[in-house]
């Protein structure tokens, strides 16, 4: 009996087919990486044929590995091959670098990155940030933000043993990790922003 | 009726769907990971000396304590991913913790400033990554057909059988996080100086891939 | 012989990405040719919607502060499942009674059923998760700086 579940399946399985086929052939090393952020697709499609609330819940964690695995292997990509001073700079436009025009957009992003809370709003607030950073070429010392990034991470596990341990006081546990993963989310990307552009020693 | 393939579970502690529960196999399994995580806490990094053949010189490779501190991090983080997907009873939770094993294994090596090293850890990365699709596709695949992706609903065999792709799916993505046939490749990254942070490669990927035998024997 | 011929083959680490993708795209097309595959229609967390609702594809299923039920796999271990769900922030509150557009966007507010899972009864995956990201930009910002 062939079900909707098996035609979506099938669809993704070729469409598997043919980006495993292309990674097979594949010689370079940088093509490589780009198609293997393709064949991620494919792992997420098959989760989402789940077609339930459960199947969002596990696309999330299974998105964030596979950027975090691509973070971590084009780092090892530029230093395997001695890619040391990268040609991408700031944004070197006049309008951005002296204007009051990021200043304010990376202020409006935070905020409204803070009313969303999570993910989502660790993502636009961190965006925010980015833009600020690539936009004025910032090169202060990060050890502030590696610290609340350790911090929010620990928010994070204490709410986590709160909704196990004492679910009475789950209100508690939703803010702390809401914010937790906000502020985890908005200094992992920022520190992205800031290793763009200019080695700093 | 529970399935004795690993034993019957001796202890469960729930954290909300996700179970964590031991068997004898399991606890045997979680044991070898924290001795060999405790020993990777605790011991001095091997050093290194190429020795000139034929001749008297020979000269000890220089590491930097930054390096060492940072390979030991990631052998402890390695170990905690392992002896987290020996108790696990979750299959989703398992892959994730698999993945997690994949990454610190290319963090153990990658730390290491031989560009022949480097360029192995690359290589690793790549298949470590791709490993992650079947993985994924596998217990998704599991909670579609079962309608569950608890373990011990697994073993009470009260859910629909589980197909025989899905299986094969988690096992090619441990085979691909863990390396487990290619270590003739995975010499090469042992070239990386360090005895205890690269034994822990070793130990998590086979590990992880006895425990895998486990859970697809379960359903 | 052959064994050694295998073993030389792959102790060259350019070769082993290529096997695996060649390992992949069988399993793959074995895949296709195993379909189709059965779905269990008894699912956990399935998704229900309410086309008049404000909050249409993330409908909450009550006002804040009241437990709704939800199809985890084990309710007892979860005894304030469903809490989380219902709650809205007043503000996102307050956005839901004046428009009907709220769509796609109330699911990154604090609260709802997505919240529930990656928080409450799946925990543990946003737990390891959260950790593996954490390596990763460990590894990244350490080769970043040492060389």
């Given at each position: 009996m062939w079900a909707q579940y098996?035609?979506?399946?099938?669809?993704?399985?070729?469409?598997?087919?043919?980006?495993?086929?292309?990674?097979?052939?594949?010689?370079?090393?940088?093509?490589?990486?780009?198609?293997?952020?393709?064949?991620?697709?494919?792992?997420?499609?098959?989760?989402?044929m789940l077609g339930t609330d459960l199947a969002e819940a596990l696309i999330l964690p299974g998105l964030t590995v596979g950027i975090a695995e691509l973070l971590a292997l084009s780092q090892i990509y530029c230093t395997k091959e001695g890619i040391r001073n990268r040609p991408v700079m700031g944004l070197n436009i006049e309008v951005i670098t002296k204007s009051d025009a990021p200043l304010i957009l990376s202020i409006f992003l935070v905020a409204y990155g803070m009313v969303l809370s999570g993910f989502t709003g660790g993502g636009v607030a961190g965006l925010g940030l980015v833009f600020l950073f690539i936009s004025r070429t910032y090169r202060n010392d990060l050890n502030l933000l590696e610290m609340a990034s350790g911090i929010s991470w620990a928010i994070w596990i204490f709410a986590f043993f709160v909704f196990m341990f004492l679910p009475q006081y789950w209100f508690v546990a939703l803010m702390g990790a809401a914010i937790g993963i906000l502020l985890k989310v908005t200094v992992k990307m920022s520190l992205v922003g800031t290793m763009w552009g200019k080695q700093h020693d | 009726m529970i399935d004795l393939v690993g034993g019957v579970p001796l202890y469960i502690l729930e954290f909300g769907d996700e179970l964590v529960y031991l068997t004898p196999y399991t606890i045997t399994l979680f044991l070898l990971a924290l001795t060999f995580t405790v020993l990777a806490l605790i011991s001095q990094p091997e050093k290194q000396i190429d020795i000139a053949f034929g001749g008297d010189a020979?000269?000890?490779?220089?590491?930097?304590?930054?390096?060492?501190?940072?390979?030991?991090?990631?052998?402890?983080?390695?170990?905690?991913?392992?002896?987290?997907?020996?108790?696990?009873?979750?299959?989703?939770?398992?892959?994730?913790?698999?993945?997690?094993?994949?990454?610190?294994?290319?963090?153990?090596?990658?730390?290491?400033?031989?560009?022949?090293v480097q360029d192995a850890a690359y290589q690793y990365g790549l298949v470590a990554l791709a490993a992650t699709v079947p993985l994924f596709a596998g217990a998704a695949v599991y909670a579609a057909v079962t309608g569950s992706l608890s373990m011990i609903e697994l073993m009470k065999g009260t859910v629909p059988a589980v197909p025989l792709i899905?299986?094969?799916?988690?096992?090619?993505?441990?085979?691909?996080?863990?390396?487990?046939?290619?270590?003739?490749?995975?010499?090469?990254?042992?070239?990386?100086?360090?005895?205890?942070?690269?034994?822990?490669?070793?130990?998590?990927?086979?590990?992880?891939f006895l425990r895998v035998v486990e859970i697809i024997m379960l359903g | 012989m052959i064994i050694r011929k295998i073993s030389h083959f792959l102790c060259n680490y350019?070769?082993?990405?290529?096997?695996?993708?060649?390992?992949?795209?069988?399993?793959?097309?074995?895949?296709?040719?195993?379909?189709?595959?059965?779905?269990?229609?008894?699912?956990?967390?399935?998704?229900?919607?309410?086309?008049?609702?404000?909050?249409?594809?993330?409908?909450?299923?009550?006002?804040?502060?009241?437990?709704?039920?939800?199809?985890?796999?084990?309710?007892?271990?979860?005894?304030?499942?469903?809490?989380?769900?219902?709650?809205?922030?007043?503000?996102?509150?307050?956005?839901?009674?004046?428009?009907?557009?709220?769509?796609?966007?109330?699911?990154?507010?604090?609260?709802?059923?997505?919240?529930?899972?990656?928080?409450?009864?799946?925990?543990?995956?946003?737990?390891?998760?959260?950790?593996?990201?954490?390596?990763?930009?460990?590894?990244?910002?350490?080769i970043y700086r040492k060389v």
């Open positions: 098996s035609y979506g399946i099938l669809v993704i399985m070729v469409a598997a087919v043919i980006a495993f086929y292309a990674l097979a052939r594949e010689r370079d090393d940088l093509h490589k990486l780009l198609l293997l952020d393709l064949v991620e697709i494919v792992a997420l499609g098959i989760i989402a | 020979y000269r000890a490779k220089e590491i930097s304590v930054d390096e060492m501190r940072f390979r030991r991090f990631m052998a402890i983080a390695c170990g905690l991913a392992t002896m987290g997907a020996m108790v696990t009873g979750d299959i989703f939770n398992f892959t994730l913790f698999t993945a997690m094993v994949g990454i610190t294994n290319v963090g153990i090596v990658a730390a290491v400033k031989s560009p022949h899905a299986k094969g799916m988690l096992m090619l993505g441990v085979i691909g996080e863990g390396m487990a046939p290619f270590y003739a490749a995975k010499a090469e990254m042992f070239r990386a100086p360090g005895a205890p942070y690269v034994i822990m490669c070793s130990l998590s990927s086979l590990l992880i | 350019e070769n082993i990405m290529p096997l695996f993708a060649g390992a992949c795209l069988l399993l793959f097309i074995a895949g296709i040719l195993l379909l189709p595959l059965p779905y269990s229609e008894k699912q956990l967390y399935p998704k229900t919607f309410d086309r008049n609702s404000s909050l249409d594809p993330y409908d909450r299923g009550g006002p804040p502060f009241t437990q709704v039920s939800i199809v985890s796999q084990y309710p007892e271990n979860s005894p304030t499942a469903g809490l989380v769900t219902s709650y809205l922030t007043p503000f996102s509150l307050f956005l839901s009674q004046v428009t009907m557009h709220l769509g796609t966007t109330i699911v990154a507010h604090p609260g709802g059923i997505i919240d529930e899972i990656l928080y409450n009864t799946r925990g543990l995956d946003t737990v390891v998760e959260a950790t593996i990201l954490f390596i990763a930009f460990a590894i990244a910002s350490y």
